[in-house]
């Protein structure tokens, strides 16, 4: 085997396979006539292969171009058919684009995979994978259980679109994922098919989409709790259904990592198996920080091998869960890699782990966090951006009710793997989720908790191990509404985010509880927050026995690399994430850049120049929730110079509120050369009927 080493942290470059291979695009024929646009990679050989389909609403000629060859090319050299399809009224696909959770895309996705099977190169076994929305598209089509189907593999993939989608969190609007992620999905679904890869005439497949094209937060906004909408059935609901082995992987600083713990504990043993990294939302061998990155390729190639060819590899043999346990570290809002362990699991709920509660003290303390409460939160989702991460949270600590609990400094005669220093003792390794009972009194029928566990080394500083947040309106449940009892006592408990941490010998464990969020959180009308009292509240710590493990990877690798350039930046590139305080206004402005590596042009190697730049702006006054506004502004080009094809996308997005109603406006525009060819905006207002 050839291969070329990698960057300082990034994956080894092969290019030597046991197959040589080529590749060729393809339109897939849907049963209503439309076709997709498809682009498959496959060994040279005359024997028929296994496929492995990776599908997704996305541009594969451009969006997703340099992370397709990272992967396709090197599955095809080792035998599979590696195919990788956008979605119907994406990129250079046709049909009109639906709902970002349209049940014709799955059934499209099933028809493809059949079409795979019955391929003459095909040996009609077939497995699908994908990150994302491509991964949560597996785990969908595998419920499906549609007959060539023999494996998936879902990456970064949520479960529960409701809760872990982007959408919501704990029953509050996810005001950071919510209006973004429709501001970004109006942006990307306006794109143009690509006259070089496109069926027929581009601008008029192009208008016609365009007139079909519908801001999704408006349907989002239209579902604030967890009803028929976010419920499509499925492994969340039932599990049963899935009849093909899952392989789940998830990083701790996702949100996926809980999908990862669901499955494995819902689905029969014989039908996953999981992986939760440290990493943020990416591919686990070389995305984006932080590390160590795994030999993931080599590690799905097992999978693929026994379920579709049948190989005896012992892969199912492998733990239910391969999980890291990451140590306590200092905040950084970007590390490369962070110190920990891998440890094993052979069931879940794990029989090392148990609940241990640690109750309050004090007396009852009134919460009224600041509405700028959470600045310093980072991305729900981080790709890898110097500045996605959370900052040392000392300064949300200090608007919040803070209970610490000590971990002890040295224990004699301790030793174990659980141990970071045997002369210190053991660190207390937390798995699972943790979750809060709290005891509160309300003087207003709305309002929201947040709970955060942190922590905090000797010298003060606090850095963020998990989180989670309910409305009090959801505290029966996400699918339901009920007003806080004002001026009553009442107990709310909720869990926190999944987590993998040890706690140093010698730190604190703390938790910290505000009432505000911004702009994870969209606030409630009121901002009268709620008394605490410690003594009828408590925190439960999912603690698990030091054992001894032993997990091992391969090295990172990837196929040779597409060769997208980035020649330009914009003239003076904006820093990634920004806090404005004006304090003569009492108003807070947080500026995000999203675009992934900020924002700029890439040039691809068929020539086409791609620049895009993009702000999300979240705005709140700093004690008036009615304040809180978001605005997106999405501006794309798309430019052959050789072609002479130049078309450009304007999108603009925002969100306010008053007591009863969220306020959308949206606006796209969309240019061929210099001439407006599509122009609409969208003016909503939303009853509050939850969020």
Known sequence: MRSLPGGPNGPRIRTDFPYETAHEDVRVPLPDGTELHARVWRPVTEEPVPALLEYLPDRLTDATAARDRQRHPWYAGHGYASVRVDARGHGNSGGLPGDAYDPVELADGVAVLEWLAGQRWCTGRVGVFGLGPGGGAALRIAALAPGPLKAAVAVGAPDDRYDDGGHYLGGSVLACGLPARSAAGLARVSWPPDPRYAAGDWRETWLRRLKAVRPSVHTWLAHQTRDA??????????????????????????????????????????????????????????????????????????????????????????????????????????????????????AWPSPYVTPVTYGFQGAPVLVDSPQRTGLDAGLPVPGGGAADLPQDQRDEDACSACFDFPVPAARPGA????????????????????????????????????????????????????????????????????????????????????????????????????????????????????????????????????????????????????????PRTLEEPRP????????????????????????????????????????????????????????????????????????????????????????????????????VVFHRTWEERLPRTAG
């Open 415 to 566: 030793d174990g793997p659980g141990t970071d220093d045997d002369e210190e003792g053991p660190s207390v390794e937390v798995l699972g989720r943790p979750s809060v009972r709290l005891r509160l009194l309300t003087s207003a029928p709305t309002g929201q908790v947040v709970a955060r566990l942190c922590d905090v080394a000797p010298d003060g500083t606090s850095t963020l191990v998990t989180r989670g947040a309910l409305n009090l309106s959801a505290r029966y449940g996400p699918d339901r509404a009920v007003e806080a009892q004002v001026g009553e006592w009442e107990t709310y408990s909720f869990e926190l985010a999944a987590t993998g941490h040890a706690f140093r010998p010698g730190h604190r464990v703390r938790l910290a509880v505000s009432s505000a969020y911004w702009p994870w959180i969209w606030p409630q009308p009121d901002a009268a927050g709620f008394t605490l009292d410690p003594a009828g509240s408590s925190l439960t710590l999912p603690v698990r026995a030091p054992t001894r493990d032993a997990v091992e990877w391969a090295e990172p690798e990837h196929a040779e690399p597409l060769g997208v350039s980035s």
């Open 229 to 346: 909408y976010w419920r499509p059935g499925g492994p969340r609901e039932e599990p049963s259904s899935v009849a093909v082995p899952v392989l789940a992987v998830g990083g701790w600083h996702e949100p996926y990592g809980d999908t990862v713990l669901r499955l494995a504990e819902r689905l029969p043993q014989d039908r996953v198996r999981g992986i939760v990294g440290p990493w943020s939302h990416g591919y686990p061998d070389g995305g984006p920080p932080p590390g160590p990155a795994i030999g993931f390729l080599q590690e799905t190639l097992r999978w693929w091998d026994h379920h579709l060819r049948g190989v005896d590899n012992d892969v199912m043999a492998e733990p239910l869960l391969r999980v890291w346990i990451g140590a306590s570290h200092p905040p950084a809002p970007a590390p490369e890699e962070l110190p920990g362990r891998w440890v094993t699991e052979p």
């Open 576 to 675: 990634e994430r920004v806090v404005v305080r004006d304090v003569a206004r009492g108003e807070w402005r947080l500026e995000v850049d999203p675009c992934p590596g900020g924002s700029g042009t890439r040039v691809y190697p068929d020539g086409l120049e791609c620049t895009e730049e993009a702000t999300e702006t979240y705005t709140i006054g700093e004690s008036d929730p009615l304040t809180a506004r978001t605005r997106a502004t999405w501006t794309v080009r798309l430019h052959r110079p050789e072609d002479a094809w130049d078309v450009r996308i304007e999108t603009r997005s925002e969100v306010s509120c008053d007591a009863d109603a969220f306020f959308t406006s949206d606006e796209l525009i969309c240019r061929e050369g210099e001439e």
